[in-house]
């Protein structure tokens, strides 16, 4: 077989073999909690860079944020 055939034959458990392995030796190599963190952190940064790529705007909107609290304020001036 060639490689392209495997790949497109096995692609998914393939790549999700590795990931298991590696998340399997991260494990063994700095413990369960480091890479819990290390995973809650790729996957922030996915998140983030998913919202970039699909252009859905800032994380926070911070012009209304600003105008809510500049209203809310604006009597004690």
Do not use: Q
């Not at 998340?23 to 063994?28: C, E, Q, S, V």
């Not at 480091?34 to 909107?61: C, N």
């Amino acid at each position: 077989m060639k490689w392209n055939e495997i790949w497109a034959e096995y692609g998914g458990r393939l790549s999700w073999t590795a990931c298991g392995l590696f998340f399997g030796l991260l494990y063994l190599l700095v413990g369960f909690w480091h890479m819990v963190v290390v995973a809650l952190l790729t996957l922030f940064g996915y998140w983030i860079g998913r919202r970039k790529d699909l252009r859905s705007g800032p994380l926070l909107p911070w012009g209304e944020i600003r105008e809510k609290l500049a209203a809310r304020w604006r009597p004690f001036r």
